[in-house]
């Protein structure tokens, strides 16, 4: 966009005559996603380097960390969102464990269709997320503490529900139920020999619905409203309250189509799928510039973080480095991305008009 | 007399308007009204009761007494929601923008023009981008590109956006709260312009400041309250910049502010004189060691 040039009578601010040349770069580098780009294609390069010859660029290679990849964009993205909208949520791991085993309980235990069993596990997760968002609204606690405690209770609730119906904490045999083959189609389908899962297709899906209702819709504007300011974007007519409910929602949905894709990969559940996934998906969110704070991130850059995460963790067994290191990898990642995402959303609010 | 004709009805007008909160009288027998095309300033100091009569005009606070009429009528508002409805709306000095926000979106904020149908349903960022670009460019501010973050502008423009957002989506009364009190000397001038061209366009103007330099140049009336309650309303015609400092200060307070200041440039001189002597003998010091260093080589 360039310079409006005169306008109605004098112009009481002088359009540039204070402004250095603000050039295609610079309007690249202020983007919140530059930082995950960046990072991904820095640690493909050096994998690729140093892993090429012992397959990491193969067809295997390549899926192997998509798929990775995919799994956590899944969660990613839409804690991504929530993130931007101000709020955290701990309990996604949880509720991946929980939806996987209700639907493998029901399925192998009750005799249920497996479509059916999906159709509960996706009504639970719409509770789990209506019932965060009202505690954290209505409470006014921070979301970090209510969704901790939603995380514990669905732990314990479901590898004791579990107990007392199997007798176990991991439950198998998902592939005799009725129902069981169609559903292979849908969630664990692989293309091109065998390598390229479905659920690459389903990760980029939420990454369209969510880069969508962020930059497409009113509702996106509203989120990075109430991230922003909730008291003033409420000044201004914003249901603060509805925008974040449905984010606790979108959260705990795509949290349980994880938790489909996954039981029926691994044809069961255990009740400890899931854990620890509430911190990646933070994660690759802040290593795609999403702010801490709120109100500031990109769905695109989240994309991008889950990918560098998938590399890292796959790179690092084809380079043939011990498996132990690959978290240490993950925190200077982690590290070196916020700082240079904090630089760039300094340099974005710099004044220049 | 003031510029707004008295006989019309008030765009905006209050009756012996009392706030209680508790056995704390906030408000007392406040009364003041603003027309169409008129800029009517609010002044008090810190704790007059400024922030609690905007809080009742934008409808935060319902008045304990008193009337309140909206074009004659009398109206109850139960929520910032209901003025904003009636055309009254209030620009909060901080809560008004978000800084990490680009200006377009800012701008529609909670109003977002749409394009499509069904799930096509889309923000409409052309049209937005539009409007945007025009309306500042009403107010003089030049935009290169709509979507950079409000942060990005100075605070006397961000204001600027507030108020001209508030007169595109309709306003009737514009509330502004201490517009001015965070800017710089240049940035105020911005403000106050936009204040004067808001008043061109028709719109009523209730402008609460603390300061008279401000409210002076642009004002055509002057409410001024003291402790919760009202000194009246004078025209502009009626009463000096001097008169309403000395008012806003209370006028003992302020003869006995000046005797104190007087008393203090008593003492500074008294200081001032004692240091020049302590100069003096550092010097004369000096001088003598100088002599002595010289004396031993």
């Excluded at chain 1, 949290?255 to 996934?277: E, K, P």
């Amino acid at each position: 966009m360039s310079i409006i040039q005169g306008s109605a009578g004098k112009a009481p601010t002088p359009a540039s005559e204070r402004m250095l040349r603000s050039s295609w770069i610079r309007r690249l580098l202020v983007r919140p996603e530059i930082g995950a780009v960046i990072g991904s294609i820095a640690v493909w390069l050096f994998f690729a380097l140093i892993a090429g010859n012992s397959g990491f660029l193969s067809l295997r290679g390549t899926s192997s960390y998509l798929s990775v990849s995919a799994e956590l964009a899944i969660q990613a993205v839409p804690v991504a969102i929530l993130m931007i909208g101000g709020e955290f949520d701990l309990s996604i791991g949880s509720i991946v464990g929980a939806c996987s085993m209700i639907i493998v309980i029901l399925s192998t235990q009750f005799g249920w269709n497996l479509w059916l069993a999906f159709l509960v596990a996706m009504i639970f997760s719409v509770l789990v997320g209506v019932m965060n968002g009202y505690l954290v609204m209505r409470t006014g606690l921070p979301s970090f503490i209510v969704t901790l405690g939603t995380q514990y209770i669905l732990l314990g609730a479901t590898t004791g529900v579990t107990v007392l119906i199997t007798g176990l904490t991991n439950v198998g045999g998902l592939q005799q139920v009725p129902g069981y083959q169609s559903a292979k189609v849908v969630f664990a389908t692989t293309f091109s020999g065998r390598e390229f899962p479905i659920e690459i297709f389903w990760a980029l899906l939420v990454v369209v619905i969510g880069a969508w209702i962020m930059l497409g819709t009113p509702f996106g504007n509203w989120v990075f409203g109430v991230g922003g300011d909730a008291n003033a974007a409420r000044n201004v007519g914003v249901p603060v309250m509805r925008v974040k409910i449905l984010l606790f929602v979108f959260t705990a949905v795509c949290s349980c189509l994880l938790a489909m894709i996954q039981a029926v990969t691994f044809t069961g559940a255990d009740v400890l799928r899931g854990q620890g996934n509430e911190f990646l998906a933070i994660v690759a969110a802040v290593v795609g510039g999403v702010l801490l704070t709120g109100g500031y991130g990109s769905v695109i850059g989240t994309l991008f973080g889950a990918l560098a995460f998938g590399i890292v963790e796959e790179g690092i067994v084809f380079a043939g480095i011990d498996a132990d290191w690959y978290k240490a990898f993950i925190g200077v990642m982690l590290l070196l991305a916020v700082l240079l995402n904090s630089y760039v959303r300094k340099t974005a609010l710099e004044r220049r008009r | 007399m003031s510029t707004a004709n008295p006989s019309s009805t008030p765009l905006l007008e209050v009756q012996n308007v009392s706030k209680y909160f508790g056995s704390i009288i906030a408000l007392k027998d406040i009364s003041m009204s603003v027309y169409a095309g008129e800029v009517m300033c609010l002044l008090g100091d810190n704790g007059a009761g400024k922030s609690t009569l905007i809080k009742i005009l934008s409808g935060v606070h319902q008045p304990s007494e008193g009337r309140y009429l909206v074009e004659g009528k009398e109206v109850h508002f139960k929520s910032p929601r209901d003025a904003l409805n009636a055309g009254i709306a209030t620009v909060y000095q901080d809560l008004a923008m978000i800084p990490l926000m680009s200006i377009a979106r800012n701008f529609f904020l909670g109003s977002e023009p749409t394009k499509g149908w069904g799930p096509f349903l889309r923000f409409d960022a052309a049209y937005a981008d539009r409007v945007t670009r025009a309306e500042l460019a009403r107010i003089g501010i030049q935009l290169r590109d709509t979507t950079q973050p409000v942060g990005t502008l100075s605070g006397g423009e961000r204001q600027s956006v507030a108020i001209a957002r508030a007169v595109y989506f309709g306003a009737k009364v514009l509330i502004l709260d201490e517009p001015t009190a965070a800017l710089g000397v240049k940035e105020a001038g911005v403000v106050l312009r936009y204040i004067a061209q808001a008043r061109a366009r028709g719109l009523g103007v209730i402008f609460i400041t603390h300061n008279p330099h401000h409210a002076y140049p642009v004002g055509d009336r002057f409410t001024l309250l003291n402790r919760g309650r009202s000194y009246g309303t004078f025209a502009k015609s009626e009463i000096s910049r001097e008169e309403i400092t000395e008012m806003m200060a209370g006028g003992e307070d302020l003869a006995e502010l000046s005797h104190e200041l007087a008393e203090f440039a008593r003492t500074d001189a008294l200081i001032a004189d004692a240091a020049q002597e302590l100069a003096k003998e550092a010097e004369q010091l000096q001088q003598l060691e100088q002599h002595h260093s010289t004396d031993e080589q």
